[in-house]
């Protein structure tokens, strides 16, 4: 309901998972917390494929079916077994000192404007996975000499103390004065 996504504080929130074991109250959830906060970035579970597209209608930036994965992942870890270990591998995030992170071409990162060789010559054992265009087509195994645009974001396999180098850090906020019932 309305009132619990506002306790919860969905008009301050970046994302939503709607997961429930429910694909019309999933829906349901999407189509609440959309009119609540239109910027939401919402990522919908579907147990029936006929579901996505309502979902989808309903404001879900994103619908993920765990069957449909499930069989993929099945059909893959028969025939290419060690694309699935690498794969998962990449996806706990942590491989020594490496991680895999996305990164935004934003004012605030200030790699727009600029090539990939030209953002990453700071981080000499990054290596960029690709980047998906503000259009959306994504460029995977990008050159060295692509421009990166306003809105590009890019997966990027590094050092992660490189890496947070390049993430622009949020605004502080501003600090409260002592009051005596704080103290």
């Known amino acids: 309901s309305d009132a619990v996504l506002l306790?919860?504080?969905?008009?301050?929130?970046?994302?939503?998972?709607?997961?429930?074991d429910s694909d019309s109250g999933n829906t349901y959830i999407v189509l609440?917390?959309?009119?609540?906060?239109p910027r939401l970035f919402v990522v919908?579970?579907?147990?029936?494929?006929?579901?996505a597209t309502p979902?989808?209608?309903?404001?879900?930036?994103?619908?993920?079916?765990?069957?449909?994965?499930?069989?993929?992942?099945?059909?893959?870890?028969?025939l290419q077994p060690l694309m699935v270990d690498f794969i998962d591998t990449l996806a706990t995030g942590r491989h020594g000192e490496q991680i895999l992170a996305e990164l935004e071409a934003s004012e605030e990162s200030g790699l727009a404007g600029m090539t990939i060789e030209g953002c990453f010559q700071t981080c000499p054992g990054a290596t960029v996975l690709a980047v998906q265009k503000?259009?959306?087509?994504?460029?995977?195994?990008?050159?060295?000499t692509t421009v990166l645009e306003l809105g590009d974001r890019l997966i990027v396999l590094g050092d992660e103390a490189e890496l947070e180098a390049l993430r622009p850090t949020?605004?502080?906020e501003p600090a409260e004065e002592a009051t005596p019932e704080r103290v």
Do not use: H, W
Not at 32 to 37: F, R, V
């Open 44 to 51: 919908a579970r579907a147990g029936q494929a006929a579901s």
């Open 134 to 144: 503000a259009s959306g087509t994504t460029q995977v195994g990008p050159r060295g």
């Open 170 to 172: 949020p605004p502080a």
């Open 55 to 78: 979902m989808l209608r309903a404001g879900a930036d994103r619908v993920i079916s765990p069957y449909s994965i499930g069989g993929r992942r099945m059909a893959l870890s028969a």
């Open 7 to 20: 306790e919860a504080g969905i008009q301050r929130a970046y994302c939503l998972l709607a997961a429930s």
């Open 32 to 37: 609440t917390a959309k009119a609540l906060n």
